[in-house]
T-cell receptor, first 114, second 109 residues
């Protein structure tokens, strides 16, 4: 079965610590995305990647970093510079951004600060 | 700025019909999406409209009017499992999805 997986489901971060959220897809999609979801707000784009070894900042990239070394994988690191990291993090992928931009989501990672 | 508006919460009765509205102001338009999101879960794709008119898919239909910057999602024969948030998103001229805050739909027996 094709799909998107994210791990872990829950993640706890201590102050000053960097944490990495995993996202893997086997849909053979070119484009991948990271969103943050906070209560009462729409999804906000953190980073996106249209192709391997390339990625672009979204609307709220500060305090986050990503890599795209493989087509299937798009990990997100929440750095200590992100002062309010508590949120639900969603990874998504699409065939590409233009001709078929329908995005499919992984199950999400809930990040909590200790 | 870019803006997507949808009601925060709606209540409906099992077996009835409900219409969830979405209005948008965006920099360009490359299609409008509706997603369903159950509490604590990821959004799942429901529908995509890029031309004016009604798209029907089983109990769910989605309508678009580009001239009015308006869409609605129509849910028929409501079931308890339809209790969820419904997210409206518009793809702008840069092919970026702009998301509404979502409409929480509560179904009562």
């Amino acid at each position: 079965d094709g799909g998107i997986t994210q791990s872990p489901k829950y993640l706890f971060r201590k102050e000053g610590q960097n944490v990495t959220l995993s996202c893997e897809q086997n849909l053979n999609h070119d484009a991948m995305y990271w969103y943050r979801q906070d209560p009462g707000q729409g999804l906000r784009l953190i980073y996106y990647s249209q192709i391997v070894n390339d990625f672009q900042k979204g609307d709220i990239a500060e305090g986050y970093s990503v890599s795209r070394e493989k087509k299937e994988s798009f990990p997100l690191t929440v750095t200590s510079a992100q002062k309010n990291p508590t949120a639900f993090y969603l990874c998504a992928s699409s065939q590409d951004r233009a001709s078929d931009g329908t995005q499919y989501f992984g199950p999400g990672t809930r990040l909590l600060v200790l | 700025g870019q803006n997507i508006d949808q009601p925060t919460e709606m209540t409906a009765t099992e077996g009835a019909i409900v219409q969830i509205n979405c209005t948008y102001q965006t920099s360009g338009f490359n299609g409008l999406f509706w997603y369903q999101q159950h509490a604590g879960e990821a959004p799942t794709f429901l529908s995509y409209n890029v031309l004016d008119g009604l798209e029907e898919k089983g109990r769910f239909s989605s309508f678009l009017s580009r001239s009015k910057g308006y869409s609605y999602l129509l849910l028929k024969e409501l079931q308890m499992k339809d209790s969820a948030s419904y997210l409206c998103a518009v793809m702008d001229s840069n092919y970026q999805l702009i998301w509404g805050a979502g409409t929480k739909l509560i179904i009562k027996p």
